[in-house]
Structure formats: structure tokens, C-alpha cells
């Protein structure tokens, strides 16, 4: 008998707006196994299936959909782990509309299968079970240590995977991380509404039971030198992330109230400035804030600041089609109550006599020709005006950290900070690795971890002398 299609996908619960925008617990509620199996009786098992090709790191797709159906979550996890060690995080932050839905077949003819939500299902359900842990000991058990050492700089999605990928095949592997606490982005920058961090420190917690050593409080190239590393280790791995705000010489740029996207996520998240004082980090927001940007990190830094009782207004110089940020995002942003304007670029921050922000003139913006990422380029107009704000939070962008780049004088970098690798993601020196945004600029998780997997196959066969 022909199997029926069901066009539309089955939604995931979610926690209304007006509840969910004045705290910072998870937005949306995920699968039970009912409604997962649901989603997983609409996929259609292609052969071959472009859902895979779809995916940075090829996970099989329709087989794990297909254990989600036989409720072998632990076999379904199984096929997950072969090829990502990270699928609450991924489940939760891809933008699989751009990767595996954007080509699934379903999409041709109604909703893509909800693929991301369906990773995440696996994930969480395993957690909650302990059906990860079981998996987990079985891995640990076919592990043979050979002897040789690898350090990992930065504990980001690119540092930890890679560190996990080694740490299976028998390497030890130590990663230093300048922070307090591991994770990278997904700690520090990605707020709890999105991904909890209880979540993030579980899937970590994965990798030390792999053997993996995770040295915090350690800025490589200050704390500790490269040489050091490099003497003590057979080979490195860079995963040092793109941190760095990007900053434009506006006219008031450095009033009181003013933050970069990276220090309002960084006490937002890492610190739990929402919680102050029962967190001792402060963070002092007005009655309305002004994000600049169009990104994930803009929509984050609003989102946080809705949450701490602003009126909130991105402020974005291209329009809605152009924004980078995922569409999920936008949506939930939306309907939340941040307000969008469009077209505007901040011509200077205005004051008042106690140095404190009160005002930004904006200028109106109008498309011209693309540009390099093939978005239509904003363009003066000359006409400005001025609107009241509290705050601003500068959301830009961020380029490759520099601490650790310029304290290595025969590491290759181009002009845009970015550590220049082979196609085996080699550097400019024998040895040493690097992946992640520390390479590309800012991009995503899932690139992140599939460079760390990537090199920790390239430094696999660089030490057993087959590169
Ligand atoms: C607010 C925000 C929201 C985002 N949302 C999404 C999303 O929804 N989906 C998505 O796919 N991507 C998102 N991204 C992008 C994504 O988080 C990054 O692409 C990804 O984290 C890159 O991983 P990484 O391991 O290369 O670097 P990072 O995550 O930046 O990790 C680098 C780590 O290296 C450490 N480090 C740096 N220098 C040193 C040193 N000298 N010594 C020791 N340690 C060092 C840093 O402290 C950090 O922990 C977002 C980014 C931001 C900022
Ligand atoms: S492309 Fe879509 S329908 Fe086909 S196997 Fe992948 S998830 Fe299932």
C-alpha cells in the first residue's frame, strides 16, 4: 500500500510570549517521544539522502529517524555520536533551515522534517534516561591510550570536539581555556532562553568522562606560552574562537550605558547578571536600549535585554531579508516585542552633562548593488534624526581573538586576523592544527565542531606519520 504524506510538520510546545519574554528559562519545550515518533513516521527514508549532504558533518539523518520510530533512542544516539558529540547543543542552534530542512525532500512538496528538533529529542531524551552514560561507558571501554599527547587551545564547539575525537582514539588530550568555565560561545554567548546551560555543562561533562583534561583560568600566550605547548605536546589544536567585538569610531562611542554584544552576553549569561545581586555581577539597564546589528548576537543581546524589563529596538542598516540571524529567532524576537527599525545607521551617541548615554542620531540607509556576501549594500542618505535611548548595545560583529595569535610570530594570519590553514587544516607551522571561527570568522557551531573533527583526523594521521 502507498504510503500517505503528511505534509505539515508536528509542532513543538512552545512557552507563550508574554510568559516567556520576563525570565530566561528555554523558549521552546522540545518533543515528547509521542510527538517525536510523529515527526519521524513523515520522513521518507530517501536513498540517497540529501538531508545527509545537507549536514557539515554528514551525520545519517534518516537513521537515526528511522531508531526514533523502532523507540531505540539508544541506537538513534549511536548513529548521532559516530559523526557530532554535541546534539542537544546542535539540535537547539543550527540554522537547519540553511543546512539538512533546507534540502530535505518533504520540503519540496510541504514542511521539511523538523530534523533539528528531532537530533535534540534524541539527545535529551538519552540525558534524562541515561542512555547517554550507558553509550558513553561502552565507548570508554573500547578506548586504547597510544601514548602520545595533544593540547587544545579554547573550549569552544571547535576545541571540544576535536579534544573528543582524539581522546576516542587513544590520545591524551589536555585543553586549556582562558575562562573560568568551558564551552566558548555556548556558554558565555548564547543565552539560557536558547540553550540552558545545565544542558551545555552535561555534554561536557561527556568529554571529561572520555579522558578529556580541561584546564580553565589558562590564556594561552600569557598564563602559558606557545612554546611551552608546543615542547611539552606532539601536536596542537587552535580553537581560539573570534571574540573580539567589532567597533566602528562613532562620535560617543565610549559614554556610560554603551556595551558590546559581548560584554552584555558575557554578564547576562556567564556571570548571571540577571540574577544580581544574588550573582555579584552587575548590569545596569534602562528603560530603552538600542541594538546595533542584524545577527544571532543582536537578537540575543535584545532578547536578554527584553528580559530585563527594556523596551528594546534593533537598529539594523540593511532590511529583514538581509538579517544573518536565524528566521526561529527573528520569530521569536517578534513576537516577544522587540521592535525592528530598518534601514538606520548610527551617525553618533549624544550624552548628557554626567557622561551618561541619552540620545543616538541616526542616518536613514538605502540599498544599492550587493556586496561580497551577496547582500545588497546599505548606502547613505544624508538625512538624519534622533531617538531617545538608555542603552546601546553594539552587536556588529566579532573578529579572531588576538591575545594567542600575535604572541606566535611564525603563525600565518590574513588581514582579517584569521590563522591561515591547509586543506588538512594544518598552519603555516608542522604540528599545529587550527579550526573553527579562529579560521573562518564568525560562522557556526556545527562548521566549528566539523573543522575540530576534521583536524583531529588530520593530527591522527600527521602522528602516525601517514600525512
Ligand atoms: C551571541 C552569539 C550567538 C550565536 N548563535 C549561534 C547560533 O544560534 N547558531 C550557530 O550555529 N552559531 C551561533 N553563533 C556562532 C557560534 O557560537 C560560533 O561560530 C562557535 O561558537 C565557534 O566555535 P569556536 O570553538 O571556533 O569558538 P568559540 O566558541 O568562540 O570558543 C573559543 C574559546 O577559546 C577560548 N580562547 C580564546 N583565546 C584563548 C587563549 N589565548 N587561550 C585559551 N583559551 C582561549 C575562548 O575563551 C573560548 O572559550 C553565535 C555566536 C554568538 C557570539
Ligand atoms: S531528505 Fe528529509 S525526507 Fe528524505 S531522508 Fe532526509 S529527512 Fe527524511
Redesign the pocket.
Known amino acids: 500500500m502507498p504510503r500517505k504524506i503528511i505534509k505539515e510538520r508536528v509542532p513543538t510546545p512552545e512557552r507563550p510570549p508574554e510568559e516567556r519574554n520576563k525570565d530566561f528559562n528555554e523558549v521552546n519545550l522540545g518533543y515528547t517521544l509521542e510527538l517525536a515518533k510523529k515527526e519521524a513516521e513523515r520522513c521518507l527514508q530517501c536513498k540517497p539522502a540529501p538531508c545527509i549532504q545537507g549536514c557539515p558533518v554528514y551525520i545519517d539523518i534518516p537513521a537515526f529517524i528511522a531508531k526514533i520510530i523502532e523507540e531505540d533512542i539508544k541506537g538513534a544516539l549511536e548513529v548521532i555520536w559516530r559523526n557530532n558529540s554535541l546534539p542537544a547543543i546542535t539540535g537547539r542552534?543550527?540554522?537547519q533551515e540553511d543546512q539538512c530542512e533546507g534540502v530535505c525532500t518533504m520540503g519540496k512538496i510541504g514542511d521539511p522534517i523538523n530534523i533539528g528538533k528531532l537530533e535534540r529529542f534524541v539527545a535529551d531524551y538519552a540525558r534524562k534516561h541515561g542512555i547517554d552514560e550507558e553509550l558513553l561507558q561502552e565507548q570508554i571501554k573500547g578506548i586504547q591510550p597510544n601514548g602520545k599527547k595533544v593540547a587544545v587551545?579554547?573550549?569552544?564547539?571547535?576545541?571540544l570536539t576535536c579534544a573528543a575525537e582524539l581522546a576516542k582514539m587513544g590520545y591524551e588530550v589536555t585543553i586549556?581555556?582562558?575562562?573560568h568555565e568551558?564551552?566558548?560561545?555556548?556558554i558565555y554567548?548564547?543565552p539560557e532562553f536558547?540553550l540552558p546551560k545545565e544542558i551545555v555543562r552535561r555534554e561536557l561533562e561527556n568529554l571529561r568522562k572520555l579522558g578529556v583534561k580541561i584546564e580553565t583560568d589558562?590564556?594561552?600566550?600569557k598564563t602559558i606560552t606557545f612554546e611551552e605547548l608546543k615542547q611539552e605536546y606532539d601536536a596542537v589544536f587552535i580553537?581560539?574562537?573570534?571574540?573580539t567585538p567589532k567597533f566602528v569610531k562613532w562620535e560617543g562611542i565610549n559614554l556610560n550605558g554603551i556595551y558590546s554584544?559581548n560584554e552584555f552576553?558575557t554578564r547576562v549569561n556567564l556571570m548571571k547578571a540577571y540574577q544580581f545581586p544574588e550573582y555579584d555581577t552587575p548590569i545596569k539597564v534602562g528603560k530603552r536600549v538600542a541594538v546595533i546589528g542584524g545577527g544571532?548576537?543582536a537578537m540575543?543581546a535584545a532578547r536578554s535585554a527584553l528580559r530585563l524589563g527594556a523596551e528594546v529596538w534593533i537598529l539594523y542598516r540593511r532590511t529583514k531579508k538581509e538579517m544573518t540571524a536565524?528566521i526561529e529567532?527573528i520569530h521569536h524576537a517578534e513576537e516577544e516585542g522587540v521592535k525592528f527599525m530598518f534601514l538606520v545607521s548610527p551617525k553618533r551617541f549624544i550624552g548628557d552633562e554626567h557622561g551618561n548615554l541619552k540620545a543616538i542620531e541616526l542616518e536613514k540607509m538605502k540599498l544599492g548593488e550587493p556586496d561580497e556576501t551577496g547582500r545588497r549594500r546599505p548606502v547613505p542618505t544624508g538625512e538624519t534624526f534622533i531617538m531617545e535611548f538608555d542603552n546601546a548595545v553594539i552587536a556588529i560583529g566579532?573578529t579572531p581573538?588576538k591575545?594567542?595569535i600575535q604572541s606566535v610570530p611564525d603563525l600565518l594570519v590574513d588581514r582579517w586576523g584569521r590563522i591561515v590553514v591547509d586543506d588538512k587544516l594544518m598552519t603555516s607551522i608542522p604540528g599545529v592544527f587550527a579550526?573553527?571561527?579562529?579560521i573562518r570568522g564568525?560562522?557556526?557551531?556545527?562548521?566549528?565542531m566539523g573543522d575540530g573533527r576534521k583536524a583531529a583526523k588530520s593530527i591522527h594521521e600527521y602522528l602516525s606519520g601517514n600525512a
Open positions: 542552534v543550527c540554522p587551545i579554547g573550549a569552544g564547539p571547535a576545541g586549556f581555556e582562558a575562562l568551558p564551552g566558548g560561545v555556548t554567548g548564547i536558547r589558562t590564556l594561552v600566550g580553537g581560539t574562537g573570534a571574540g554584544a552576553l544571532n548576537t540575543d536565524r529567532e566579532q581573538n591575545t594567542f579550526g573553527g571561527d579562529a564568525e560562522a557556526t557551531v556545527i562548521l566549528a
